[in-house]
């Protein structure tokens, strides 16, 4: 379970640093345009290219929020599996060790017969 969160982790990681570097492209194209617009005001398909842009601009920032969005959740699970993986193994300490003293104390209750003593034979009993 921790290797595939791991994993996804990476992943979600490595695609969050591409729509970043996108993101950056994206930002500069649009001051490029936005120069381009401001220099030649009035030209009537240039601001459709900025609002196409704009628009862009938008839908990768809403991915980008999501992916951090689920990046914290992934960084929160693999958190409590962590935790609850040492909750488990202290938990195994614990049972090993009352184990250990149950059969230590069984092994005392259950003393040898002494030789000279007869032991039990169901035979003897027909």
Do not use: W
């Amino acid at each position: 379970m921790d290797i595939r969160e791991s994993c996804r982790s990476k992943a979600l990681t490595e695609q969050n640093n591409v729509l970043h570097q996108h993101l950056d492209n994206v930002s500069s194209q649009a001051a490029r345009i936005r120069q381009a617009a401001d220099s030649s005001a009035g030209t009537p398909g240039e601001g459709e290219a900025t609002d196409g842009s704009e628009a862009k601009l938008s839908e990768l920032r809403a991915v980008i929020n999501y992916l951090r969005k689920e990046k914290e959740i992934v960084d929160m699970q693999l958190e409590l599996c962590k935790q609850e993986n040492a909750r488990l193994k202290t938990q195994i300490g614990h049972l090993t060790r009352d184990l250990e003293d149950t059969r230590a104390t069984l092994s005392d209750v259950s003393l040898p017969v002494p030789p000279h003593l007869p032991t039990c034979n169901p035979v003897f009993f027909l």
